[in-house]
Nanobody, 122 residues
């Protein structure tokens, strides 16, 4: 069974930085697309950033120039470097990955992390 474990959340002041990590673990699998979503209080969950297996990235407009998504395929890990944080970035951030688990047969399946809280306040 594949699991995603997130870390790196916390509380920072506006203008500060955080680096989120998400590591996938399991017996035998391949990871395709990976990404980060967030859900603020009273808001819908939105895609923050995503990265393909080939390294192609995309971001929601509100974080462009401030956030950077990256991945280390050898470590089955995706990162989200968040700089110049704003109060509106406050949310629970969720890791997401499309994974083919050989124990479950062919085909990509979506997996989610447990979420990690990011709070930006002065």
């Amino acid at each position: 069974q594949v699991q995603l474990v997130e870390s790196g959340g916390g509380s920072v002041q506006p203008g500060g930085s955080l680096r989120l990590s998400c590591e996938a673990s399991g017996s035998s699998f391949l990871i395709n697309r990976m990404g980060w979503y967030r859900q603020g209080p009273g808001k819908q969950r939105e895609l923050v950033a995503a990265i393909t297996l080939g390294g192609v990235t995309n971001y929601v407009d509100s974080v462009k120039g401030r956030f950077t998504i990256s991945r280390d395929n050898a470590k089955n890990t995706v990162y989200l470097q968040m700089n110049s944080l704003k109060p509106e970035d406050t949310a629970v951030y969720y890791c997401n990955a499309d994974i083919e688990d050989y124990g479950l047969g062919p085909g990509l399946r979506g997996y989610w992390g447990q979420g990690t809280q990011v709070t930006v306040s002065s």
